[in-house]
Nanobody, 115 residues
Framework: QVQLVESGGGLVQPGGSLRLSCTAS????????MGWYRQAPGKQRELVAE???????NYADSVKGRFAISRDNAKNTVFLQMNSLKPEDTANYYC?????????WGQGTQVTVSS
């Protein structure tokens, strides 16, 4: 069982920045694909960004050029740097770890973009 703990959410004004962190338990972090997803009220959960164990990265079109995902395998942590935030980025952001045989979710961290 892998436990994922997200942090870094909060309230930010439009145009502002936030950096989310997700730290995983265990010793196999470097072998996982790590992703950030988000879910706004009344909407389905959607992929924001994913980084594989090889460092390949995929972004949702809506965040390309504004968000950046990265990972620090020595710290078992994946980051999501969010810049130029918009009100439509408001959602609960979830971290996901994916191995070849299983996947795990964190509890989420709320991001609210509002003036």
């Amino acid at each position: 069982q892998v436990q994922l703990v997200e942090s870094g959410g909060g309230l930010v004004q439009p145009g502002g920045s936030l950096r989310l962190s997700c730290t995983a338990s265990g010793s196999a972090f470097s072998r996982y694909a790590m992703g950030w997803y988000r879910q706004a009220p009344g909407k389905q959960r959607e992929l924001v960004a994913e980084i594989t164990s090889d460092g390949n990265i995929n972004y949702a079109d809506s965040v390309k050029g504004r968000f950046a995902i990265s990972r620090d395998n020595a710290k078992n942590t994946v980051f999501l740097q969010m810049n130029s935030l918009k009100p439509e980025d408001t959602a609960n952001y979830y971290c996901k770890a994916r191995s070849t045989i299983a996947l795990w979710w964190g509890q989420g961290t709320q991001v609210t973009v509002s003036s």
